[in-house]
């Protein structure tokens, strides 16, 4: 067994997609103890239960301040861990066993590790996102649908902020405010399934509001649109071109970092310019989202992309000063919890390495 807890957090509508969830449980709990928080609703809650292999743990989330679900889910999961390595991963995310010890064994001189992703299979909609991540990856690095934590560091800073659309960002910058260790895994990617393409096309402006939370990118993507225009209106189509072709070449180079080759196909750059072209119009939108109150999420609005740092700095702080949050009561074999169980995480991981 790999010594660290698999944390899956899990809100579905529907379960088209169950029996193959289950089947790569099944293999995954082989190699590494599973726990599943599970925001469905309670019909579908209790298939799950039934569904699922017996060797998952499958819990429903416990409140958490925000309305973003998914922190609910991780912080419950977090709090449920019985260990101290932990990665947490979206439902379409699918691990083989050596990726998996290698994400892990980065924790050893790192507070948390961001793994890189590819889609596999890879229909249109797939190959569209992917430039995304080519551009991220030839920037800077992408932002995954998983990450390995150290537990203990984000307990003790307080868990991350419920009210935020980015909620990746948001638990980096949590742990990085804390005195935490990143390591970029860019070397390391791990399959993702593709969403259906109504599911895509769904996310566009939301994922476009993300970039709320970073203003150089935002401001460069703000002004796509407007440099299109004026370049056309110009009578000057050579120059959206040449910019077109920029865009593939810079694509490429994300492709050809740190092995992507792999995993990449080689027309994979082609699709930045078209993505470009849409985050242009998105980013404007997402603006405007803001302007009316937030991103539209789960029924409300969620007005913050992330923390401001300053904000986020205070917070962290005075959680770290407190002691942080307590970690979930871990029952023995009988069933029973010793009253040590219920320290802080501040106590439980003292002398432990961060």
Same mark, same amino acid.
């Given at each position: 067994?790999?010594? /660290?807890?698999?944390?899956?957090?899990?809100?579905?509508?529907?379960?088209?997609?169950?029996?193959?969830?289950?089947?790569?449980?099944?293999?995954?709990?082989?190699?590494?103890?599973?726990? %599943?928080?599970?925001?469905?609703?309670?019909?579908?809650?209790?298939?799950? /239960? @039934?569904?699922?292999?017996?060797?998952?743990?499958?819990?429903?989330?416990?409140?958490?301040?925000?309305?973003?679900?998914? %922190?609910?889910?991780?912080?419950?999961?977090?709090?449920?861990?019985?260990?101290?390595? %932990?990665?947490?991963?979206?439902?379409?995310?699918?691990?083989?066993?050596?990726?998996?010890?290698?994400?892990?064994?980065? #924790?050893?001189?790192?507070? %948390?590790?961001?793994?890189?992703?590819?889609?596999?299979?890879?229909?249109?909609?797939?190959?569209?996102?992917?430039?995304?991540?080519?551009?991220?990856?030839?920037?800077?690095?992408?932002?995954?649908?998983?990450?390995?934590?150290?537990?203990?560091?984000?307990?003790?800073?307080?868990?991350?902020?419920?009210?935020?659309?980015?909620?990746?960002?948001?638990?980096?910058?949590?742990?990085?405010?804390?005195?935490?260790?990143?390591?970029?895994?860019?070397?390391?990617?791990?399959?993702? #399934?593709?969403?259906?393409?109504?599911?895509?096309?769904? @996310?566009?402006?939301? @994922?476009?509001?993300?970039?709320?939370?970073?203003?150089?990118?935002?401001?460069?993507?703000?002004?796509?649109?407007?440099?299109?225009?004026?370049?056309?209106? +110009?009578?000057?189509?050579?120059?959206?071109?040449?910019?077109?072709?920029?865009?593939?070449?810079?694509?490429?180079?994300?492709?050809?970092?740190?092995?992507?080759?792999?995993?990449?196909?080689?027309?994979?750059? #082609?699709?930045?310019?078209?993505?470009?072209?849409?985050?242009?119009?998105?980013?404007?939108?997402? #603006?405007?989202?803001?302007?009316?109150?937030? /991103?539209?999420?789960?029924?409300?609005?969620?007005?913050? +992309? +992330?923390?401001?740092?300053?904000?986020?700095?205070?917070?962290?702080?005075?959680?770290? +000063?407190?002691?942080?949050?307590?970690?979930?009561?871990?029952?023995?074999?009988?069933?029973?919890?010793?009253?040590?169980?219920?320290?802080?995480?501040?106590?439980?991981?003292?002398?432990?390495?961060?």
């Amino acid at each position: 067994m790999i010594d /660290a807890e698999y944390v899956l957090p899990l809100r579905w509508s529907d379960d088209a997609w169950l029996d193959e969830l289950a089947g790569y449980l099944r293999e995954l709990s082989r190699w590494v103890p599973v726990l %599943v928080v599970d925001g469905s609703e309670r019909p579908i809650f209790e298939r799950h /239960a @039934q569904v699922l292999p017996s060797e998952v743990r499958h819990v429903a989330p416990e409140p958490w301040p925000g309305g973003n679900g998914k %922190v609910a889910g991780v912080m419950t999961g977090l709090r449920r861990a019985r260990a101290e390595r %932990v990665v947490i991963a979206d439902d379409d995310v699918r691990y083989t066993e050596d990726v998996l010890s290698r994400v892990v064994e980065l #924790l050893d001189r790192a507070d %948390v590790v961001r793994p890189a992703n590819y889609f596999d299979p890879r229909p249109w909609h797939a190959r569209w996102d992917m430039s995304r991540s080519l551009l991220n990856r030839a920037l800077g690095s992408d932002y995954p649908g998983t990450l390995a934590v150290r537990r203990s560091l984000v307990l003790a800073a307080g868990g991350y902020a419920g009210d935020v659309l980015f909620e990746n960002l948001e638990l980096l910058r949590t742990i990085r405010a804390a005195g935490g260790r990143e390591h970029r895994a860019d070397d390391v990617l791990v399959r993702r #399934l593709p969403p259906s393409a109504r599911h895509f096309l769904g @996310q566009r402006v939301r @994922q476009a509001y993300d970039d709320l939370a970073q203003p150089p990118r935002l401001i460069a993507e703000l002004s796509i649109l407007p440099c299109v225009v004026l370049a056309l209106l +110009a009578r000057r189509p050579g120059t959206v071109a040449a910019g077109a072709l920029g865009l593939v070449a810079l694509a490429e180079a994300g492709r050809r970092r740190a092995g992507g080759t792999r995993h990449f196909p080689a027309t994979s750059a #082609l699709w930045l310019p078209l993505w470009l072209a849409e985050r242009g119009v998105c980013v404007w939108l997402a #603006l405007g989202s803001r302007l009316r109150g937030g /991103a539209r999420y789960s029924g409300g609005r969620l007005r913050f +992309a +992330a923390t401001p740092r300053r904000e986020l700095r205070r917070r962290v702080a005075a959680a770290l +000063a407190s002691g942080g949050i307590p970690a979930a009561p871990v029952p023995d074999a009988a069933g029973e919890v010793a009253p040590q169980d219920s320290r802080t995480v501040a106590e439980a991981a003292e002398g432990e390495p961060t």
